[in-house]
């Protein structure tokens, strides 16, 4: 795979930015898909002030009527004479949702979806995904860490660029729309602008990118796509091995993808040089269906953390130890995972403040805090036998996301 890189001439960064934006979209599952319909009508009132271009010598009412037009193109409201108002739902609409599920078909597996960080489903995305780019007029590459980028330079566009993006990448059996929405949404965006002749016209440069890596699952360790890019990704990580003794840099070295410490810290996008950053992402959750809105703009993000425990006890066998003499790590897991659910469910049963909180804190742990056993094993793994260790692992979110719902 050829991995182009920017020259050092086009800054480009990613680390936490000044303007972030996060939309959660619940899909509806309808014929004509009303929600991605008012979607759009959110990204669109986001990526109009940018489009909108006004010349000093302009005269007022010239103004008025370009900023009209725009809005209804951006909108696609209202009914003027020459306006488009069908939102260009060939595009924004059928072409988006063939397109979502075209990528839900690109699997490591037959019976599911699952596209892991370098796997054989990620590499066959690639180029899929640069094509969709170049077909709404953008330059792409690929990173070092196989990150997918697509980026339009107006002519006469200020330095600093706007990202919108989301990942690649899914858990195991995920669905079609986490992570490909974001990566979906942004591009067919920005080729309405193409087919209106206005890409040209944005006010700054906009980047769309497919992070290689948000969910963690291959090398259990997060992020690790855009991590590089906010220059916070260690060094070391590129050692991290899989279940089958691959190395992080392996993976990539296998897929042509030749990186090193030097160039892993070439990847860090220089903060100034980024404007803002938009993800639109689905919800994940039950809570916008469950009120009836169609979408959401979220106010706070998950921290997570991971956990691996392994607990141990006596191996022997199943039929002859006797009850009383046993020291089974099964059972005490099982212990364990229903404490570890009755804390999150009743914090304040279980915690107490010191000098480093407050009663708030405890009071916002209580209608926040989630915890899921999402892996366990055992040794030896026999029906007859009484493990000898069990491992788990732990997964938890400090906050969740808070929701400003939008009556639309």
Same mark, same amino acid.
């Given at each position: ?5 920017? &020259? %050092? $001439? +086009? /800054?480009? @960064? =990613?680390?936490? !930015? ?8 619940? *899909?509806?599952? #309808? ?33 008025? &009527? %370009? $900023? +009209? /037009?725009? @809005? =209804?193109?951006? !909108? ?8 488009? *108002?069908?939102? #260009? ?320």
């Amino acid at each position: 795979m050829a991995v182009p890189y920017p &020259s %050092s $001439s +086009s /800054s480009r @960064s =990613h680390p936490f !930015l000044s303007h972030v934006y996060h939309t959660s979209f619940h *899909h509806h599952h #309808h014929h004509n898909h009303p929600s991605l319909v008012l979607f759009w009508c959110l990204v669109f009132s986001l990526l109009s002030p940018l489009a909108l271009s006004s010349s000093s010598s302009s005269s007022s009412s010239s103004s008025d &009527s %370009s $900023s +009209s /037009s725009s @809005s =209804h193109i951006s !909108l696609g409201i209202g009914e003027t004479e020459g306006t488009k *108002h069908d939102l #260009h739902q060939a595009i924004l609409r059928d072409e988006a949702v063939a397109r979502l599920h075209e990528l839900g078909q690109v699997s490591d597996a037959a019976t599911h979806l699952e596209r892991t960080f370098m796997s054989p489903a990620s590499i066959r995305a690639i180029p899929l995904i640069r094509g969709w780019m170049e077909d709404a007029g953008l330059s792409t590459w690929v990173d070092y860490m196989g990150n997918v980028h697509g980026r339009v330079e107006p002519k006469n566009g200020s330095s600093q660029a706007l990202l919108i993006g989301s990942h690649m990448d899914t858990v195991i059996d995920a669905g079609k729309y986490d992570g490909s929405l974001g990566i979906i949404s942004a591009i067919s965006a920005l080729k309405v602008l193409k087919i209106d002749g206005r890409l040209g016209e944005l006010k700054r440069p906009v980047e769309v990118i497919a992070f290689s890596d948000e969910e963690g699952v291959r090398f259990q360790s997060t992020f690790l796509g855009s991590a590089a890019l906010a220059g916070i990704m260690p060094v070391s990580r590129l050692e991290v091995t899989d279940k089958s003794g691959i190395s992080v840099q392996d993976a990539l070295k296998e897929n042509s993808i030749d990186i090193t410490d030097e160039n892993l810290m070439q990847l860090k996008y220089d903060p100034a040089s980024v404007w803002g950053y938009v993800e639109v992402h689905i919800e994940q959750g039950p809570v916008l269906e469950w009120v009836g809105y169609p979408l959401g703009v979220v106010k706070g993000i998950a921290g997570q953390t991971r956990l691996k425990v392994t607990v141990k006890g006596s191996q022997g066998h199943a039929g002859t130890v006797p009850m009383s003499m046993r020291q089974d790590p099964m059972t005490g897991a099982a212990e364990l995972i229903v404490l570890l659910e009755s804390v999150c469910k009743n914090p304040k049963d279980y915690l107490s403040c010191n000098v480093q909180c407050n009663e708030d804190t405890v009071e916002s742990l209580a209608n926040s805090l989630v915890c899921t056993v999402g892996e366990i094993s055992t040794w030896p793994s026999a029906s007859n036998v009484i493990p000898g260790q069990v491992r788990q692992r732990n997964y938890s979110l400090l906050c969740i996301y808070v929701f400003s719902l939008l009556v639309l």
